[in-house]
């Protein structure tokens, strides 16, 4: 069964730290993607990357970053910098097809709490 | 450009009650849509998914069920509410039968059974 952890449930860091997240998967599959998603206090999940298992080249997006290595079935989130508005929980999710009517299923972690304090 | 609608934003509920939660979808056609329940903490949980009108499939049997009446309209309903039924709510889209794409969420509807 597919399966994404989280295993840190809240980290908490000072304005302009530099903070990991960390997401381990499994998965049986070969051909399969990853995501993340940021859920601010207003509850609303935020797409933020996807990630196809053949693509391992890690991928920058602003302060954001994110570092898949398949060799250890990770998927970290590097935020450089931080600020108070990147408080939220973040979750990592791992894609599970359905084959029978075309959809696709997200696995998702538990999810990590970030604050950023001022 | 796509957008996603779910209301009510806030419900509040007596046990036993009947529920009626609501979600559109704008600018896409035939989408996938599912309904996910986020209990108190975190963490989601698919309940339902629909890739065409009228078709669902229940990821966890429950007092809820999920209809799809028109293309981009999806609902999530209970004859009688559980305590444990309070939570929150999240309406999502994919595009139709494009592998692996990402889900776009709602809003969401927070729920309080009391």
Do not use: M
Request: aromatic share 14%.
């Amino acid at each position: 069964a597919q399966k994404v952890t989280q295993a840190q449930t809240e980290i908490s860091v000072v304005e302009k730290e530099d903070v990991t997240l960390d997401c381990v998967y499994e998965t049986r599959d070969t051909t399969y993607y990853l995501f993340w998603y940021k859920q601010p206090p207003s509850g609303e999940l935020v797409f933020l990357i996807r990630r196809n298992s053949f693509d391992e080249q890690n991928e920058i997006s602003g302060r954001y970053s994110w570092n898949f290595q398949k060799s250890t079935s990770s998927f970290n989130f590097t935020i450089t910098a931080s600020q108070v508005v990147d408080s939220a929980v973040y979750f990592c999710a791992l894609s599970e097809a359905f084959y029978q009517g075309g959809s696709e299923k997200l696995v998702f972690g538990k999810g990590t709490k970030l604050t950023v304090n001022p | 450009s796509q957008t996603i609608h779910q209301w009510p934003a806030t419900l509040v509920q007596p046990v036993g009650s009947p529920l009626s939660l609501e979600c559109t979808v704008e600018g896409t056609s035939n989408p996938n849509l599912y309904w996910y329940r986020q209990a108190a903490g975190r963490g989601l949980q698919l309940l339902f998914y629909s890739v065409g009108i009228g078709q669902i499939s229940s990821e966890v049997p429950q007092n809820l069920s999920a209809s799809r009446p028109q293309d981009r309209q999806f609902i999530l309903s209970s004859k009688k509410l559980l305590l444990s039924d309070s939570g929150f709510y999240l309406c999502a889209w994919s595009v139709d039968l494009a592998s692996y794409n990402e889900q776009f969420f709602g809003p969401g509807t927070r729920l309080t059974v009391l």
